[in-house]
C-alpha cells in the first residue's frame, strides 16, 4: 500500500506490485440463458438499493452486474444476445487516476477498490469508466427496522453522496481468506465465489486467482474464444469474455468492417 | 446596570453553567465507567473472582466476527443456581440484581446492554482473526476483570487500528476492514 502510493500508478506497467494473487473472472457467452439469477444474487448480497420505477426513468438505477441485451437481425429471424456487464476491475484503470482522493485504487490481489469513506462524490470516475460499472448515490437509503433485518451484515450499507461499484464480493474473499487461516491451511482454487458466480446456474461466471496457473479460471482465460471487452481502449481488464460459439453468425450477424 | 444586561448576564451565567455540567457529566463518564446498564453486571465477580474465562460467555469471539453477549439463557445456566435465594448470595444488592436477570428469563425477554464498543458501519473488525493471530482479549478491552461498568479504553479509531497492524506486520489494505 505505502509503496503504491510512492510510486504513481501510471509510471509502471502494472499499478501495484502483485502478492502473487489477480482475482479476475471468466464469464463463457456460449453458456449465459440471460436468467438474471446473478443480478439478483448481487441484489441481495450487497445490499443494493431498490430499483423503482422513477428510480430507473432517471436513469439513476443502481446494478452492480447488469445482463446488456442485444438483438441480431432481422424478424422473424432475430437472435437475442446476453452479456453479464459489471465492474471490469481493469489494471489499467481510468476511473483510478481521476479520483482527487484516492477513493478508489488498485490493491495487490488485482481488485479495484472503492473506499467509501474516502469518496466525496465528484463523480469523476464514473464519468471516465467506459462500461458504466460505477453507480452514484442520489438518495439516502430510508431503511426500516424491518429492511434492516434483511441486510447483509458483512457489507456497508453506503449513505448518500458515494460512488459504489461490483466489489468482486470482497468480504466473501475475506471471510474464506480468514476460515482458511483460521485451519491453518493456504486459500484453494474455488474457495471464493461472488454472488453471482454462485448463483449462476449454467456455470457462465467462473471466479478465481488469474495468476496462479492451475486455477479453474485461468485455465479458462486462455481458451482460443477469449477476448475483453473494449480491449482496445487498453484497460487490461480482469474479466475474461469467452465468445459465444455461433455456427449460423455469419448468417444474420452485420459484416465487421 | 440597566434591567436587560442584568438579566442577560444570568442568562450567559446559566448558560456556561448550564454546558459546564454537560461537559463535565460527559467527561465524567468517558473518564470514569462506563455507560449504565440494565442490570449492575459485574465483571470484576465474574471474571476476576471466580476467574471465569471471557470465552465462556463470550462463545464466538474464536470462531466468527463478533465476540457475542451470552442470551439470559446462557446466563441462567449458573444463576438457577446462584438464584437471589441461594444463602451463599449475602450482599442484598447482588441479590437484587441477579433478582432482574430471573424477572428478563421468566419473561422470555432480552436484556437490552447497552453498548460500549461502537465501530462505524463502514468498518468490520473480526474477533476470530485477531485471536487466532494471538492477541489477548486486554490488549484492546484493557483489563475488563477490574472493571466495575465495562469502559472503552482505547480510542479504537482508524489511526489506533493502522498503528498496531503496521506494528505486527499486519496487511493494511483497506479492504481488510472497509468493504
Not at chain 1, 436468467?35 to 422513477?54: G, K, Y
Not at chain 1, 472503492?114 to 458504466?132: E, F, K, L, S, W
Amino acid at each position: 500500500m505505502r509503496q503504491a502510493q510512492e510510486e504513481h500508478p501510471q509510471d509502471t506497467d502494472k499499478p501495484v506490485a502483485s502478492i502473487g494473487r489477480r482475482w479476475g473472472m471468466v464469464v463463457d457467452l456460449d453458456r449465459c440463458t440471460g436468467c438474471q439469477a446473478c443480478v439478483v444474487a448481487c441484489h441481495a448480497e450487497n445490499n443494493i438499493a431498490l430499483n423503482l420505477e422513477d428510480v430507473v426513468l432517471q436513469q439513476r438505477a443502481i446494478n452492480w452486474i447488469r445482463i446488456e441485451r442485444y438483438w441480431e437481425g432481422e424478424y422473424p429471424n432475430v437472435k437475442a444476445r446476453f452479456l453479464p456487464m459489471f465492474c471490469q476491475h481493469c489494471n489499467n484503470a481510468p476511473c483510478e487516476p481521476v479520483c482527487p482522493v484516492y477513493a478508489t485504487y488498485h490493491n495487490q490481489e488485482g481488485l479495484n477498490v472503492q473506499v467509501y469513506n474516502r469518496c466525496i462524490g465528484t463523480r469523476y470516475c464514473a464519468n471516465n469508466c467506459p462500461y458504466h460499472a460505477r453507480f452514484f448515490n442520489f438518495w439516502e437509503r430510508d431503511l426500516d427496522d424491518t429492511h434492516r433485518e434483511y441486510l447483509n451484515p458483512n457489507v456497508t450499507v453506503r449513505t448518500k453522496g458515494i460512488m459504489e461499484k461490483c466489489t468482486f464480493c470482497v468480504q466473501r474473499i475475506r471471510k474464506s481468506e480468514w476460515e482458511r487461516r483460521q485451519a491453518d491451511e493456504e486459500l484453494q482454487d474455488g474457495d471464493v465465489n461472488p454472488a453471482c458466480v454462485q448463483a449462476c446456474p449454467t456455470d457462465t461466471l467462473v471466479f478465481g486467482n488469474l495468476e496462479d496457473e492451475e486455477s479453474r479460471v485461468a485455465k479458462l482465460a486462455q481458451n482460443k474464444r477469449h477476448y475483453r471487452v473494449l480491449e482496445e481502449l487498453g484497460t487490461d481488464t480482469n474479466v475474461v469474455y469467452l465468445k459465444k460459439v455461433d455456427p449460423h453468425a455469419s448468417e444474420t450477424a452485420p459484416a465487421h468492417a | 446596570m440597566t434591567s436587560r444586561a442584568v438579566r442577560l448576564t444570568i442568562g450567559a451565567v446559566v448558560v456556561v453553567a448550564g454546558l459546564l455540567l454537560i461537559g463535565g457529566v460527559a467527561w465524567a463518564s468517558q473518564a470514569g465507567d462506563g455507560p449504565e446498564q440494565p442490570i449492575a453486571f459485574m465483571h470484576t465477580v465474574h471474571a476476576e473472582q471466580n476467574d471465569i474465562d471471557c470465552v465462556f460467555c463470550h462463545r464466538t469471539v474464536e470462531t466468527g466476527a463478533e465476540a457475542s453477549v451470552p442470551a439470559v439463557e446462557q446466563c441462567m445456566f449458573c444463576h438457577n443456581v446462584i438464584n437471589d435465594e441461594n444463602p451463599k448470595v449475602t450482599d442484598p444488592f447482588y441479590r437484587a440484581e441477579i433478582a432482574k436477570l430471573e424477572a428478563y428469563a421468566e419473561n422470555n425477554e432480552p436484556i437490552d446492554w447497552v453498548r460500549v464498543h461502537v465501530m462505524p458501519d463502514h468498518v468490520r473488525f473480526v474477533h476470530a482473526a485477531h485471536i487466532k493471530a494471538g492477541f489477548e482479549c486486554a490488549t484492546c478491552h484493557g483489563d475488563v476483570g477490574s472493571m466495575e461498568r465495562v469502559k472503552q479504553v482505547r480510542s479504537l479509531n482508524m489511526g489506533d487500528c493502522v498503528a498496531c497492524h503496521r506494528e505486527n506486520d499486519a496487511p493494511t489494505d483497506c479492504t481488510i476492514c472497509h468493504r
